[in-house]
T-cell receptor
Framework: DAKTTQPPSMDCAEGRAANLPCNHS???????VYWYRQIHSQGPQYIIH???NNETNEMASLIITEDRKSSTLILPHATLRDTAVYYC??????????????FGKGTKLSVKP | DARVTQTPRHKVTEMGQEVTMRCQPI?????VFWYRQTMMQGLELLAY????????DSGMPKDRFSAEMPDATLATLKIQPSEPRDSAVYFC??????????FGPGTRLTVL
């Protein structure tokens, strides 16, 4: 799976949009971009995924650049409960790695009042 | 609200003892995963099953770890004998699609 690069930490003011970047310059055409988050002492939680097009669900939006070398996860109105470590993962469904989501170090997002 | 459940939530044991962790996947999910999380190594995949058959356990130390799915509602991860370096949080996850996994609350294991 392609390696992803994320900033180790970010701050965001409560109520503002949180924009979390991810670089995946070696991503292959078959690899999706997945985002998970892990709130302290809990299991990781799936947020969203996409291949080429931008995606939106009730939790977040995912913006993928046209060349697919980078993406941004957007939490439109961050709350204190969004404080967590956010993982960006490049993953090929049905590929040789099968179910192997490779969680890196992620970005620790701190939402401040 | 369907959730993955894991028992026990916390386990403290002495080196050399057997440890069994249990997971109840979400009903109907056909894929079950076991992960281990430590500060040093982060989150690592140990093993996973599809339709109760083991597909990959390459991340698991074979000499002391074993994973099974005796039925569709139960997955187990066993460590025998346990060692202090096995201290970690062990997560179970289930799902349909490989990428969208639903994680349980984890078992925090401490081996003294």
């Amino acid at each position: 799976d392609a390696k992803t690069t994320q900033p180790p930490s970010m701050d965001c003011a409560e109520g503002r949009a949180a924009n979390l970047p991810c670089n995946h310059s070696t991503i292959s055409g078959n690899e999706y971009v997945y985002w998970y988050r892990q709130i302290h002492s809990q299991g990781p939680q799936y947020i969203i995924h996409g291949l080429k097009n931008n995606e939106t669900n009730e939790m977040a939006s995912l913006i993928i650049t046209e060349d697919r070398k980078s993406s941004t996860l957007i939490l439109p109105h961050a709350t204190l409960r969004d404080t967590a470590v956010y993982y960006c993962i490049a993953f090929e469904m049905g590929g040789g790695s099968q179910g192997n989501l490779i969680f890196g170090k992620g970005t620790k997002l701190s939402v401040k009042p | 609200d369907a959730r993955v459940t894991q028992t026990p939530r916390h386990k403290v044991t002495e080196m050399g003892q057997e440890v069994t962790m249990r997971c109840q996947p979400i009903l109907g999910h056909n894929t079950v995963f076991w992960y281990r999380q430590t500060m040093m190594q982060g989150l690592e995949l140990l093993a996973y099953f599809r339709n109760r058959a083991p597909l990959d356990d390459s991340g698991m130390p074979k000499d002391r770890f074993s994973a099974e799915m005796p039925d569709a509602t139960l997955a187990t991860l066993k460590i025998q004998p346990s060692e202090p370096r096995d201290s970690a949080v062990y997560f179970c996850a289930s799902g349909f699609l490989e990428g969208e996994q639903f994680f349980g609350p984890g078992t925090r294991l401490t081996v003294l």
